[in-house]
């Protein structure tokens, strides 16, 4: 709280999001001065685009960009070879080019006209829609321009330009995520016998048709006198290998289906009473919309932070009147435990959506009254929730966090050594990927069966006023011993609920 309070007391996203000139100006808006730069504190409403002086040969000098930059109301689409051209576009477009205290009729008359006014030829450009920048059109002077802005400037700022290019994209994604998981538990709602069955004829049919391919590849292969090359009787190798493979796990899994075809109907009453369970509480159908909307609300907030943070920093003049913003580094350098914050935030949100809908459930089927379906079982749930199991689940979010962020760190190393380490580094890159994804399957399971189980006895025994809920200490001891002598059965029938809720 401290840090978003600071970040946005300090920060001005505006510069971000609007682009702003050498003076102190934000682009699109209008300003206050600032003491000792006589340029600044200007009208900037019409003048919405950031244009770059000197565009083709941008450099990074004292962790700052060498060309002046100006508001301007529009970017030059045609190329401007002379400071004619320039003033002429100036009169007819209402676009000065030049600095603010050069008055477009002396643009060919001013001696210093050279330094006031942008690099000739000033090359064609238009506007990108992210920040309003004036982005050059020549394949060379975007290249040179293009790697000044995105490798020359620091990680912060790459990481929100980054986030605001890709927003369509990534609440495209959400509303896609939330669309199939509405569409799945609708489908295994309403078909559930029907899906069972497809599902398994899905599997038989796929696993046959692999295995059918395979052997009649060899045989079209060993029956081909044109093979003479030793790669070709390679492959031939190969794809027996393959085929033989295939059929063995062919056999394998047709071998279990009919095992375990008994079964098959216990998994279809297991589905029917998570539709017994929902139809008794239908308010549950909306549980995702309700997660969704607080996610979407979370992170919007944590964006808005995180450009606060990336613009935090006071005006200071320099040379020239020009006004740099000195970055304020203690609030600035804070962006990792924002991002850690956005994990766990994320994680306890899922974690409580989880432990409402165990709670639900486990009210109404363990309900001896079928008839008399229980009052409001979603607010008693929350209730109970936020009563007695706020601890249990910051703490199952805060293990998924820790399991999470080594993997993102090995993730982030190996895309940026990948094209430098040998086959030694890749293979250990592989096997700390494969035990961080374990143990955070493993913890994830661990943590949802104590979340569902911690519900089940808290509904029990609240009833009968005989629980005291442990509400410190370690959690998964107590959740395993509670795994080991609860009744399968239950077990399975909660966790389905569950993941059907949340899928």
Not at 166 to 182: F, Y
Not at 238 to 250: D, Q, Y
Not at 321 to 343: A, C, K, N, S
Request: net charge neutral.
């Amino acid at each position: 709280m401290f840090i978003t309070g600071y970040s946005v007391a300090a920060g001005a996203t505006a510069r971000l999001l609007f682009g702003y000139d050498s003076f102190g100006n934000v682009c699109g808006k209008k300003n206050s001065p600032v003491e000792g730069a006589p340029l600044s504190g200007q009208d900037m409403t019409l003048k919405k685009h950031v244009f770059f002086m000197n565009a083709c040969n941008l450099e990074v000098k004292d962790v700052r960009l060498s060309s002046t930059i100006l508001c301007v109301s529009s970017c030059p689409e045609e190329q401007l070879d002379t400071l004619e051209e320039v003033q002429l576009f100036a009169d007819n477009n209402g676009s000065f080019l030049c600095v603010y205290s050069l008055d477009s009729i002396n643009y060919t008359q001013n001696p210093n006209a050279d330094s006031l006014c942008p690099s000739l030829p000033v090359p064609p450009s238009k506007s990108f829609p992210l920040f309003n920048r004036c982005v050059p059109r020549t394949p060379e002077c975007y290249s040179s321009f293009a790697s000044v802005l995105i490798n020359d400037v620091d990680i912060l700022h790459r990481i929100l330009s980054g986030i605001m290019s890709g927003r369509d994209t990534i609440l495209g994604l959400c509303i896609l995520a939330l669309a199939l998981s509405l569409g799945m538990m609708f489908t295994f709602r309403f078909i559930t016998t029907l899906l069972v069955q497809i599902f398994i004829a899905l599997i038989i049919s796929g696993l046959l048709l692999v295995c059918g391919v395979l052997w009649w590849l060899y045989y079209d292969y060993t029956h081909d006198l044109s093979i003479e090359l030793d790669t070709e009787r390679e492959n031939m190798k190969c794809l027996l290998g393959f085929a033989i493979v295939s059929t063995v796990i062919t056999a394998v899994v047709l071998s279990l289906i009919f095992v375990f075809r008994k079964r098959i109907k216990l998994t279809i009453e297991l589905f029917q009473v998570i539709n017994k369970a929902i139809g008794s509480s239908p308010f549950l159908l909306f549980q995702p919309l309700w997660t969704f909307a607080i996610l979407i609300f979370f992170w919007v907030l944590w964006v808005a932070v995180l450009l606060s943070l990336g613009t935090a920093g006071a005006a200071q003049v320099i040379e020239g009147g020009q006004v740099e913003y000195q970055p304020l580094v203690g609030i600035r350098y804070m962006w990792w435990y924002h991002l850690i914050g956005l994990i766990w935030t994320s994680e306890f949100i899922l974690t409580c959506q989880q432990m409402t809908i165990a709670g639900a459930l486990a009210t109404c089927y363990f309900n001896r009254n079928k008839n008399d379906p229980p009052d409001r079982p979603i607010l008693w749930s929350l209730s109970i929730l936020f009563c007695y199991h706020q601890g249990t689940a910051i703490k199952g979010s805060f293990l998924m966090t820790v399991t999470r962020i080594p993997r993102t760190i090995l993730m982030y190393l190996h895309n940026a050594l990948k094209d430098k380490h040998g086959a030694w580094s890749r293979c250990m890159f592989r096997c700390c990927f494969c035990c961080f994804w374990c143990l955070d399957k493993c913890l994830r399971q661990l943590t949802q069966a104590g979340e569902h189980l911690y519900d089940h006895y808290l509904e029990l025994f609240i009833r009968m006023h005989t629980l005291q809920l442990p509400l410190t200490g370690p959690i998964f001891v107590h959740q395993h011993k509670m795994c080991s002598n609860s009744h399968p059965r239950i077990q399975i029938i909660l966790r389905l609920l569950t993941a059907l809720e949340t899928s």
